[in-house]
């Protein structure tokens, strides 16, 4: 799988968007990105995916680049609750079974009043 | 709709003990992953199971773990002798397998080894 790059931590402002930055120059064509968060020690917490096009889901946008060597997560309108660390995952999804998801050590969003 | 199920959320045991931890996939799904946290650290992944089949097994450590997913019932990752370095929380995920591979995460296990 692709490696991937992301700052360490960010701060946001609550009801502000946060925009969480990805890259990934090495990606290779038939590679999706993926986007979870972990929120305190909890289960990592599915977000949104995609291959070329911009996608969009009641979490979050997800906004690729048409190189598709970054990636950018939007949340809206951040809230407290959005405060976890964030995972951008470059994955290669096998035909008719998954493989697994190689986690970094992810961007650190705190979102503040 | 449940989600992935995972117990015990807890477990203490001793320096030689075994721990067994258990995995019920979301409804639907027939893949299963195990993932360990160390503390501080990111996940790694373990094993990728299908029903009855170990797929990769590449993250396991060579000895004292092994992980089974039966045709019914649970997944099972089953740790022996376990050691201080064992401690970390142990998330385990699930997927639908064909035409739809999104892993689903559990809540975990913490297992702290005394």
């Known amino acids: 799988d692709a490696k991937t790059t992301q700052p360490p931590s960010m701060d946001c402002a609550e009801g502000r968007a946060a925009n969480l930055p990805c890259n990934h120059s090495?990606?290779?064509?038939?590679?999706?990105v993926y986007w979870y968060r972990q929120i305190h020690s909890q289960g990592p917490q599915y977000i949104i995916h995609?291959?070329?096009n911009n996608e969009t889901n009641e979490m979050a946008s997800l906004i690729i680049t048409e190189d598709r060597k970054s990636s950018t997560l939007i949340l809206p309108h951040a809230t407290l609750r959005d405060t976890a660390v964030y995972y951008c995952?470059?994955?290669?999804?096998?035909?008719?079974?998954?493989?697994?998801?190689?986690f970094g050590t992810g961007t650190q969003l705190k979102v503040e009043l | 709709n449940a989600g992935v199920m995972q117990n015990p959320r807890h477990l203490v045991r001793r320096r030689g003990q075994e721990a067994r931890l258990r995995c019920s996939p979301m409804k639907g799904h027939s893949h299963v992953y195990w993932y360990r946290q160390l503390p501080e650290e990111g996940l790694k992944f373990m094993v990728y199971l299908q029903k009855e089949n170990i797929i990769d097994e590449s993250g396991m450590p060579k000895e004292r773990f092994s992980a089974e997913f039966p045709k019914e019932g649970p997944s099972i990752l089953r740790i022996q002798q376990v050691v201080r370095g064992d401690s970390a929380a142990y998330f385990c995920?699930?997927?639908?397998?064909?035409?739809?591979?999104?892993?689903?995460f559990g809540p975990g296990t913490r297992l702290l080894v005394l």
């Open positions: 995609g291959l070329k």
């Open positions: 995952i470059v994955r290669f999804i096998l035909t008719g079974g998954g493989n697994k998801l190689t």
């Open positions: 995920a699930s997927s639908p397998g064909f035409g739809g591979e999104t892993q689903y």
């Open positions: 090495t990606i290779s064509g038939n590679e999706y």
